[in-house]
Each structure stands twice: as C-alpha cells, then as structure tokens.
C-alpha cells in the first residue's frame, strides 16, 4: 500500500501516456478520461492535403471510471470515432501488480469478429519516489485472432506538477501484414489539483488494442492505425478529472 500510495502522490493520473501506471484512483472517486488524437498524422501521405482537417477531425475515446475501495475499479469507455463501447475493470491484489480485463465491442456491427477480450496484468516499482516503471504483458483475441504484446513505460516526476512519460507496446504474437509492428509514445504531462492535462506525439493510442494493432490497406495520414516506423505519428491530449 505504500507503495501505492508514493505513486498517487507523484502521478495521480495513474497512467505514462497510454498505459496505466498500475495505480488505481483514489478510494470511492469518480474518474473521466478523455483521449484526443488529432486525425491527420504527421509525416503520413497526404496528410497535409486538408490543413483544416488536421484541428477538427480527431480520434477520440471516453472513459469514466468508478473506484470501489483501494483496489478495485470499473469502467465504461466508449470510442466515439471507432464508434466502439467497452467495459473494463482494474484489481490490484499487492502494491506492485494490478490486472486489467476489458471487453470491447462494435456499436454498429455485433459479432463475434468485432467483439475483443483484452487482459492485461501490470507490474510497477517506483525509484526514489520519482521514476516510475511499469511493465504489461496483454493478451487480446475475438477468438479467431490472438495477440500478445509488451507494454513498457516510464514517467518521471519533474517538480511543480510536471513530469513527462515514454512508452513501447511490441507486438510479440500475432504478426502479420496487417499488424503494426510497434506503438509508441511520449508525453509532457501537467497536474492542477484533480485536473490531469498530458500532451502527447505518438500512435493512436485513443482507440482500442485491436485498433491498435490491425491495419487494412496501406496507411494514409486518417489511418486509424499508422506504422510508426515509417515516422507516422500523431499529436494528441490526454484530460483526465477526478470527481
């Protein structure tokens, strides 16, 4: 619990960029996340071909949280540009490993295919009350495609509220043409009270794991999904409020 406890101190929106931290909110709190990517991606063909475009049209993902007690959270998350709805919870049994199951689905298309399992277990330590890293593995499938990949992340706390954050998601199973190869991440990151206001460059972490990771046809700069080894990234804003 202590542990815990140094962490909500030092990152009390509980996430690096994308990725939790691990550390679930406060007990018995509401919590409201919105993920914001602007659409055109920097570098991606043609994604300087509609400037206006580039400042309306966005990426973006809701989330309300609801804690219940230290250790335990639910949520609804709803993709209003993937037009996609998901449940998930978060259960932190010990102060450095919490699990993370989430289901997600189509709105306009209910099926199985369009139906994802996503499990997540999360490890995190904190060094000198200032660094924090964090690993998780997690696995995502609809039963007919299966997933593995590593998600990596580190936050540093730099005074007066500010900290910034880098992470990595490989996908280790489940490769193919249609797969992204690597997601990444960083962020500058600024807390007022339970106000939590984090800028980010990276891929389309607005969206859910299997937009994340699958990709029809060539990238274009509205790409849900973009190679980020081609240099595809987008810019984006995390708003996180605690209620």
């Given at each position: 619990m202590n542990?815990?406890?140094?962490l ?5 929106a509980?996430?690096?960029v ?5 550390v679930?909110p406060?007990?018995?709190v ?12 920097l570098a991606?063909p043609g994604?300087?071909?509609?400037p206006?475009r580039?400042?309306t ?7 309300i ?6 250790r335990?959270v639910?949520?609804v998350?709803?993709?209003i540009?993937?037009r996609e709805?998901?449940?998930?919870a978060a259960?932190?049994?010990s102060a ?18 369009s139906?994802?399992l996503?499990?997540g277990?999360?490890t995190?330590?904190v ?6 890293l964090?690993?998780?593995?997690r696995y995502?499938?609809n ?7 590593l ?9 007066a509220?500010?900290s910034?954050?880098?992470?990595a998601e ?12 690597l997601?990444?991440s960083?962020a500058?990151e600024?807390q007022?009270g339970?106000?939590?206001?984090a800028?980010s460059?990276g ?5 859910t ?6 990709s ?7 790409s849900?999904?973009?190679d980020v080894?081609k240099?595809?990234?987008r810019?984006g804003?995390n708003?996180s409020r605690?209620?």
């Amino acid at each position: 619990m202590n542990l815990l406890l140094l962490l909500v101190a030092a990152f009390p929106a509980q996430r690096f960029v994308n990725l939790p931290t691990g550390v679930l909110p406060e007990s018995h709190v509401w919590q409201v996340v919105v993920s914001h990517r602007f659409l055109p991606a920097l570098a991606a063909p043609g994604w300087n071909q509609d400037p206006l475009r580039a400042f309306t049209g966005a990426n973006v993902r809701v989330t309300i949280d609801k804690s219940l007690g230290d250790r335990v959270v639910v949520g609804v998350a709803d993709g209003i540009s993937s037009r996609e709805i998901g449940v998930h919870a978060a259960w932190a049994p010990s102060a450095w490993f919490t699990l993370y199951p989430e289901v997600n689905t189509h709105l306009y298309r209910i099926s199985l295919d369009s139906t994802w399992l996503v499990i997540g277990l999360n490890t995190h330590h904190v060094v000198d009350e200032r660094l924090a890293l964090a690993a998780q593995p997690r696995y995502t499938t609809n039963l007919k495609h299966h997933y593995l990949s590593l998600g990596l992340g580190a936050k540093v706390d730099l005074g007066a509220g500010y900290s910034a954050g880098l992470e990595a998601e490989p996908v280790l199973v489940g490769r193919d043409s249609t797969t992204r190869q690597l997601a990444v991440s960083i962020a500058a990151e600024k807390q007022v009270g339970w106000h939590d206001f984090a800028i980010s460059l990276g891929t389309s972490r607005g969206q859910t794991a299997p937009a994340l990771f699958r990709s029809y046809g060539p990238p274009t700069a509205y790409s849900d999904v973009l190679d980020v080894l081609k240099g595809y990234l987008r810019v984006g804003f995390n708003l996180s409020r605690k209620i």
